[in-house]
């Protein structure tokens, strides 16, 4: 069973930066590519940052410049370093990505962390 488990998101305040991190567990042969969403509430999830296995990255225009995706292979780690957050970074953070079992290919979502940011 692939278990993907983000950690921390907190309260910050504008300005700030957090570090998420989200380990990936299980009998998984491969990771590909990797995703970081948030959900605010009462709005859709919305897409945040990619990192591909080549370590080839891609964000929207609302987080550029100052969210960072990483990852790690060999620890099936992935990260995002967020900087400079505002109040509407306020989300719940999900870590998604497309993992290779015994079984094929899965697309896998961590439970969330939430991050607040707030004077």
């Known amino acids: 069973q692939v278990q993907l488990v983000e950690s921390g998101g907190g309260l910050v305040q504008p300005g700030g930066s957090l570090r998420l991190s989200c380990a990936a567990s299980g009998r998984i042969s491969s990771i590909g590519t990797m995703n970081w969403y948030r959900q605010a509430p009462g709005k859709q999830r919305e897409w945040v940052a990619t990192?591909?296995?080549?370590?080839?990255?891609d964000y929207p225009d609302s987080v550029k410049g100052r969210f960072t995706i990483s990852r790690d292979n060999g620890r099936k780690t992935l990260d995002l370093q967020m900087n400079s957050l505002k109040p509407e970074d306020t989300a719940v953070y999900y870590c998604?990505?497309?993992?290779?079992?015994?079984?094929?290919?899965?697309?896998?979502w961590g439970q969330g962390t939430q991050v607040t940011v707030s004077s």
């Open positions: 990192i591909r296995r080549d370590g080839s990255t």
């Open positions: 998604n990505a497309a993992i290779l079992v015994s079984t094929g290919w899965g697309n896998y």
